[in-house]
């Protein structure tokens, strides 16, 4: 679609804006009506009448006046109004071009279609527009049969599957019509944010994905022309591949073209791929040979084949019919997971060589056919975060793998492939769902292995995978039996500064229950920026915000680093403190060998007790003599409030220290009566064994109130069960 002058006056738009719904205020956008309007200033810039333009929007309400603004008559964006415009009131349309806009909140509705919510949301009650029948729509008689020769829709919302709990409170999203296709030869146009089961990013009050798409369209329609659809889609991809590198971005816009011809094509995001290498061109050599020797069990099999791929491969099929063996390696090489798949279609009636199977594995990278693919990354994403994690944490305690994101279900699903199966082996991948679905019995842990068991009947692995679940099975019954399931950790062990500048070697591990795995190992000492700078980094792939504790052992003249306040991604625009993300202890198993029995004793009480068991050290007892003489006729106190003057903390801490006290709270700044005064108000009547959590929600209402005492709380929590790995010599490799 090159750049063209264009008679504006005959273009017409429908622009949908949706912020404010019905449900909980968690519900609540806000950017959607600044990036509508954005794109109707666009159009109406470049001449398109203001009256062409349906503006559907669901403001909050401080944004309602700026729709007022511009559009007086908008209307709102429910679905009475949506069915009204898009069922009725396109059909009188007199126009050559349509544009649509939608922004607001997507999900994927079970069964995997694509819900644009209407407002009527709430929390228990999903409702939403079908995306895919949109598309259909466009080619009914709800357009005029002649005329409206292009349309470009642009949606900018999530496509992502919720949590389990709320995934089933989608309802199946409304098709707008059931009417034929009566014109399958216009052109359209359709971008899209994201990719299924992800999410499109909102930045500064602004969908990120409508603003590059906007200057894109800016930059290629000064002075009135028709902007180059491909060209703009061209630095659309640019754009988001440099943020990728750059920040680490996992927002993937894809695009739906169809010119003309029918049902169209998808255009995956990225470069096209590099050129066969010596290599892989005799295993395409030997593929296209297996292909033929396949094809050649019936005739007509090639045409029946290629039917079916167009249902999963997103590329134009080959033009010869029925296609040559070449053809259809060729075409399955331009698809993800195409040749995995292209054989899995030949191969349901007869077996297939080891070896084919490792040209398709040296070729593409991939063993799992572009359904299974699919099927696992929405499994993954009607998981919580939690869940991704522990899928996760599954491989690495399997197979010593540290670098899995699971805060993206694709991003996981790749990694976990990346583990390619052993020549008659059950692959490392099916081996990791089994763990975790027999640990989760809820009903995605069923559907996991169910899909598991597909996998492996496709492989011809059955027999393996059954003895698998039996181990698993058995792992499964020792987690529960250990209530290891919930026990989540990185343990931080920061080595006293050594010279100038508070520089200090440290390491990091993340347990699960007896399963520690080392993370980082710096022997070269590090100012105190750059290790808030390492951690960061690691927590953000290995740790659950707001769950995962964090711990940090230190020597006992360093109890009063206020870690809790380091800050996250402070070179960034979300910048927040370590402590409000997630629980955030010190502990210091210094001086503890000599009384250990008492210390463990002391902990067992920490589960049952409340603060209200605490002991509350008088701030005049400042000496370690002192402390040590009342702990001494306190032994069954589970832990210890002081209100010590900080010139003399360190002779406390000692004496708590030595005395096996395993539960320690300090105001880090207040003194004497004021400390005592906000501990009393803050600590409550909380029971012990919540204190991590409860502070780490003190600590994030701290971070809209400057003077909220809850910044400076500090709490030692020291579990005697949970100590750090053997010490090791740093110069150890």
């Not at 589960?607 to 068991?613: C, P």
Request: charged share 25%; proline share 7%; with cysteine.
């Amino acid at each position: 679609m090159t750049a063209v002058e264009h008679d504006w006056s005959r273009t017409h738009a429908v622009i949908v804006a949706v912020e404010q719904y019905r449900g909980s205020d968690s519900w609540t956008l806000d950017g959607p009506v600044n990036d509508a309007l954005g794109m109707r200033a666009w159009l109406t810039g470049l001449g398109v009448p203001p009256e062409n333009i349906r503006l559907l929007a669901s403001p909050t309400e401080e944004n309602k006046a700026a729709v007022k603004a511009v559009d007086p008559g908008y209307r709102p964006a429910d679905g009475a109004t949506i069915r009204q415009v898009f069922m009725e009131e396109l059909r009188s349309l007199d126009g050559d071009w349509l544009w649509i806009y939608w922004a607001g909140h997507g999900v994927q509705a079970p069964g995997g279609r694509w819900s644009l919510l209407y407002p009527e949301t709430r929390d228990r009650d999903m409702r939403g527009l079908d995306a895919l029948n949109l598309m259909t729509l466009l080619r009914t008689e709800h357009l005029p049969k002649r005329g409206v020769g292009r349309v470009t829709v642009v949606i900018d919302a999530c496509w992502q599957a919720l949590p389990l709990r709320t995934h089933t409170m989608v309802a199946t999203p409304e098709e707008l019509t059931r009417k034929p296709e009566i014109n399958r030869a216009r052109d359209i146009y359709w971008m899209r944010a994201c990719r299924p089961g992800a999410v499109s990013k909102n930045q500064q009050g602004a969908g990120l994905f409508s603003s590059v798409l906007l200057r894109q369209l800016q930059a290629d329609s000064i002075g009135g022309a028709a902007p180059d659809l491909d060209r703009v889609w061209q630095g659309v991809r640019d754009e988001f591949a440099r943020l990728g590198e750059v920040e680490g971005l996992t927002q993937f816009p894809t695009v739906h073209i169809s010119r003309g011809d029918g049902d169209g094509e998808d255009i995956p995001l990225g470069p096209p791929p590099p050129p066969l290498d010596e290599p892989q061109r005799r295993e395409r050599g030997k593929l296209i040979h297996a292909v033929g020797a396949l094809l050649g069990a019936g005739p007509g099999r090639s045409a029946d084949v290629a039917a079916r791929l167009c249902e999963q491969f997103t590329t134009a099929p080959p033009a010869t019919t029925p296609p040559s063996a070449e053809e259809l390696v060729d075409w399955a090489l331009e698809n993800p997971h195409g040749t995995i798949t292209l054989l899995a279609e030949l191969s349901a009636h007869a077996p297939v060589r080891t070896e084919i199977r490792k040209a398709c594995h040296v070729l593409q990278g991939q063993w799992l056919t572009r359904a299974e693919y699919v099927e696992l990354v929405a499994l993954l994403g009607r998981l919580d975060e939690r869940g991704r994690y522990d899928v996760a944490e599954e491989a690495r305690v399997l197979f010593g793998l540290v670098d899995l994101s699971f805060h993206d279900p694709a991003l996981l699903t790749d990694a976990l492939e990346e583990l390619l199966p052993k020549p008659d082996q059950l692959p490392q991948l099916l081996r990791v769902v089994e763990r975790f679905a027999a640990v989760d019995d809820g009903a995605v842990g069923a559907d996991l292995r169910a899909w598991s068991l597909r996998c492996a009947e496709r492989l011809g692995l059955n027999g393996q995978l059954k003895e698998r679940r039996g181990e698993a099975k058995e792992y499964a019954e020792s987690v529960k039996a250990a209530g290891l399931a919930q026990d989540q950790r990185i343990q931080i062990r920061l080595h006293p500064s050594n010279g100038p500048g508070q520089r200090r070697a440290y390491e990091v591990w993340t347990r699960r229950g007896e399963d520690v795995n080392s993370l980082a190992k710096e022997d070269t000492p590090a100012s105190l920026e750059e290790i808030q700078r390492g951690i960061d980094g690691l927590l953000s792939t290995h740790a659950r915000t707001r769950d995962t504790l964090v711990e940090f052992f230190v020597a006992p003249t360093d109890l009063e680093l206020a870690v809790h306040r380091w800050q996250l991604d402070a070179d960034g625009p979300l910048e927040r403190s370590l402590g409000t993300d997630y629980p955030v202890v010190v502990r210091c198993t210094d001086l503890r060998d000599n009384q250990r029995h008492v210390w463990k004793q002391r902990w067992e009480r920490v589960h049952s007790a409340g603060t209200e068991d605490l002991e509350w050290l008088p701030a005049h007892l400042d000496t370690f003599k002192q402390v040590h003489g009342v702990l001494q006729g306190q032994e069954d106190a589970p832990g210890v409030v002081l209100t010590t003057p900080l010139r003399a903390r360190s002779d406390v801490f000692n004496a708590c220290l030595f005395d096996g006290v395993p539960v320690l709270i300090w105001h880090g700044e207040a003194e004497a009566a004021a400390a005592r005064a906000e501990l009393t108000a803050l600590l409550g009547t909380e029971r012990l064994r919540s204190l991590p959590q409860h502070l780490r929600k003190l600590r994030s209402a701290s971070e809209a109130d400057e003077s909220h005492h809850g910044r400076h709380m500090a709490l030692l929590w020291d579990d005697p069960h949970r100590p750090l790995p053997d010490q090791l010599d740093l110069s150890a490799p």
